[in-house]
């Protein structure tokens, strides 16, 4: 009975390091096992000398949600968001810099965020893709 429960936490344990994210080393290099895009350290030294104005692009945008969720506090930290496959199923990737490696990971899309055939549907706080709640019928009722 003991052997059992401890081979259950076992499996547990390697079931939750997997739900985290099967991460492996590339060129110094953290690469999430997803398929989310690679993102250069070129793309972060560019980012980085456009400071204090960053430019205004979805992928810097969605990069500071990115930022809030996996490193709030730290300063040195740049992030680059990335719908990838959001439109099904409300997951962004993220890609973060602190200058010397890059950390993939993957992040719920906001609430509200488009997904779905055609972007109709919307993300719901549960980090699923539901149908649009249309703003313009609530107010007639």
């Known amino acids: 009975m003991i052997l059992t429960r401890i081979l259950l936490l076992f ?3 390697a079931l939750a390091c997997t739900a985290v994210g099967s991460t492996t080393k590339v ?3 953290r690469r ?3 398929k ?4 250069s350290e070129k793309s972060f030294k560019r980012l980085n000398q456009s400071r204090p104005k960053p430019p205004r692009h979805f992928s810097v945008g ?5 930022k809030h969720s996996f490193f709030k506090n730290a300063r040195k930290v740049i992030c680059l968001g990335h719908p990838g496959t959001a439109s099904r199923d409300c997951r962004l990737c993220c890609a973060c810099s602190d200058g010397a490696t890059i950390t993939y990971s993957n992040k719920s899309a906001p609430i509200g965020y488009p997904c779905g ?6 993300c719901n706080a549960f980090g699923r893709c539901v ?6 019928h609530e107010r007639f009722h």
């Open 117 to 122: 055939k055609k972007d109709r549907n919307e």
């Open 32 to 34: 999430q096992g997803n």
């Open 11 to 13: 499996a547990a344990l």
């Open 27 to 29: 060129k110094g290099q």
């Open 131 to 136: 149908p649009k709640k249309h703003k313009s």
């Open 62 to 66: 969605l990069g500071e949600v990115c």
């Open 36 to 39: 989310c895009p690679r993102v």
